[in-house]
């Protein structure tokens, strides 16, 4: 695993997107401090710019360097959520520009353990996450599912195609600021 993290850690400093196992479902990514790779990711997802991707950060600490704040509520939420959860905030910062929806939010997920987080760990910057598949298509639940047109569209392929993952999207919850909390995907 060491040497597909290496390998995969040169393609995301030289701006490439890749395709990765995350915590959830096969995800297509890149750095998401870089817009030229995040527009990479749009155009191959086939997905309209106005629809946001995910973000992916190791940890609470990271967390909280990408989101101007962070309401206390997430800290509960994530702390006892039974499964992967992604949480929009309110004010996102630094991070490319196309990645903010234009609402001023970004959806953003911390992955615990597994290849995603020891990745985003030795980054030490989020990565985009976003499902392996054009937009509108079903999510591929396994790596065999996945497109050619992905495959073949993506810089570079981690070599860990028989790793288990939970094949369900994380639910989705959207907090505000103001401390309102709805969720999008259960």
Known sequence: MQNEINNTL????????ILYPTDTVWGIGCDATN??????VFKLKQRDESKALICL?????????YVENVPEVAYDILKY??????????KPIRVSENLVAADNTLAIRVVREGFANKLIR????????TSANVSGEHTPK????????ILKGVDYVVNLQNVK?????SAIIK???DGMVKVIRE
Not at 10 to 17: S, V
Not at 81 to 90: L, Q, V
């Open 10 to 17: 040169t393609a995301l400093k030289q701006g490439k997107t």
């Open 35 to 40: 817009f030229k790779a995040i527009e990479k």
């Open 57 to 65: 950060v190791s940890d609470f600490k990271m967390l909280e360097q």
């Open 81 to 90: 959520a039974n499964k992967p959860t992604t949480i929009i905030y309110d």
């Open 122 to 129: 030795k980054l030490r910057k989020p990565l985009v996450s």
């Open 142 to 149: 396994s790596y065999k599912e996945i497109s050619d047109h």
């Open 165 to 169: 993952s939970t094949n369900k999207p």
């Open 175 to 177: 907090i505000s600021n």
